[in-house]
């Protein structure tokens, strides 16, 4: 059966620290891949999408970036974290028409 | 663009009732899901449409999906604590990099006893 783990699960970090998030899936093979950032109370905003190994899609420009070094391997980073970059970050993965499945989520506060 | 719309985006509901949460998107998809999220946690899938037409229910949930309306109802049925959460729908569209998913703001359910 189909898995994905995000890690970490909470990260508290300061203001201008970097920041790696890491997303993998196992037991499907060229899933595409989605991260998205939830505020509190909020909706799910689109950030980063990859239907394949180096093929990235960027939704909203902002200071992250997004990697896929491996088939089932996303990776979500930033230079220099901003207090705007606090909230609820959700991998995804899907195949065809199914539904996405999500992660269990990383919850990042910026102090 | 595609913009997906949710109503209402609070519902506080005693425990027993009926109520319906409506899903409007802007272009033409034909690939609608529905998502529950429980606070502080991860999105679950609840159900799937995938044609016009199409009905889905599990237990006291049923889905449907008129795709001449661009419309999808969750119509919830003798509402119980249980099922207080946040609902997301959300619409699948081709992209030139594959299949994208616009989710709309969510509703968020309250049961009261």
């Known amino acids: 059966s189909q898995t994905i783990h995000q890690w970490p699960a909470t990260l508290v970090q300061p203001v201008g620290s970097p920041l790696s998030l890491e997303c993998t899936v196992e037991?499907?093979?060229?899933?595409?891949l989605y991260w998205y950032r939830q505020a509190a109370g909020r909706g799910l905003q689109l950030l980063f999408y990859?239907?394949?190994?180096?093929?990235i899609s960027s939704e909203v420009p902002q200071n992250l970036s997004a990697s896929r070094p491996q088939d089932r391997q996303f990776i979500l980073s930033s230079k220099k974290l901003l207090l705007s970059d606090s909230g609820f970050y959700l991998c995804?993965?899907?195949?065809?028409?199914?539904?996405?499945?999500f992660g269990d989520g990383t919850r990042l506060s910026i102090l | 663009e595609l913009k997906v719309e949710q109503n209402p985006l609070f519902l506080s509901m005693q425990e027993g009732k009926n109520y319906t949460i409506y899903c409007n998107y802007s272009?033409?998809?034909?690939?609608l899901y529905w998502y529950r999220q429980d606070p502080g946690k991860s999105l679950e899938s609840l159900f799937v449409?995938?044609?016009?037409?199409a009905v889905k229910q599990e237990g006291r949930l049923m889905a449907s999906l008129d795709t001449k309306a661009r419309l999808s109802t969750l119509h919830i049925t003798a509402a119980v604590h249980d099922l207080s959460a946040t609902y997301f729908c959300?619409?699948?569209?081709?992209?030139?990099?594959?299949?994208?998913?616009?989710f709309g703001p969510g509703t968020r359910l309250s049961v009261l006893p």
């Open positions: 995804a993965w899907s195949v065809g028409g199914q539904p996405q499945h």
């Open positions: 449409l995938l044609s016009n037409g």
């Open positions: 272009t033409t998809s034909d690939r």
């Open positions: 959300a619409v699948a569209t081709l992209t030139t990099y594959g299949q994208n998913f616009v």
């Open positions: 990859s239907v394949g190994i180096g093929q």
């Open positions: 037991g499907t093979s060229n899933p595409n």
